[in-house]
């Protein structure tokens, strides 16, 4: 966010910073009951992509104008 801020001007409070929580691969952290995130395996594949597409449609009806920028995708699933 800070880039966008800086480098292009965004005014801070126009910036909604937005963490999806699909859930987690590590088991201690599904046992773990002070995990604050979603206990549920982390889905895999189309399943994964088709909530990143979901959002991303909601988002684009809801703020047509919008800039979304994702970050720390695991390298497998950057595409």
Partial sequence: MDLYIAGAGFYPSRIIPVALDLGTD?????????????????????EYFAY????????RRRYPHALIHFEDFETERAR
């Fill in 26 to 46: 590590n088991p201690k952290l599904r046992e773990d009951p002070l995990y604050l995130g979603s206990p549920e395996p982390k889905p895999q594949g189309e």
């Fill in 52 to 59: 990143v597409d979901e959002f991303v449609k909601a988002m």
